[in-house]
């Protein structure tokens, strides 16, 4: 059983910063992708930041620079430095772990940004 724990969210003010971190537990070695997703109230889970393979990194649009991943040498943990936050990234953020066909979500964590 695996399952992906986050930490790191929080309430900040408009311009702040938060760093999200998810860990991976269980029976993985290594992720092959792996990601931050979020949704707000009433809207659909979209994507924020995704880091596969040898590093390749992609960004969802909204994120303009502010937002930068990374993840552990061992590929099983991953990390969301936020920056320049605004209230429009008010969101439940989620973590996803994929390996091979097996998709992985962690509970979410809570960012709330005040203007």
């Known amino acids: 059983q695996v399952q992906l724990a986050e930490s790191g969210g929080g309430s900040v003010q408009s311009g702040g910063s938060l760093r999200l971190s998810c860990a991976a537990s269980?029976?993985?070695?290594?992720?092959?992708?792996m990601g931050w997703y979020r949704q707000a109230p009433g809207a659909q889970r979209e994507l924020v930041a995704a880091?596969?393979?040898?590093?390749?990194?992609r960004y969802g649009d909204f994120v303009k620079g502010r937002f930068t991943i990374s993840r552990n040498k061992a590929q099983t943990a991953v990390y969301l430095q936020l920056d320049n936050l605004t209230p429009e990234d008010t969101a439940v953020y989620y973590c996803?772990?994929?390996?091979?066909?097996?998709?992985?979500w962690g509970q979410g964590t809570q960012v709330t940004v005040s203007s």
């Open positions: 996803n772990g994929r390996s091979g066909s097996l998709n992985f």
């Open positions: 269980g029976r993985i070695t290594a992720f092959t992708a």
């Open positions: 880091i596969v393979g040898g590093g390749i990194t």
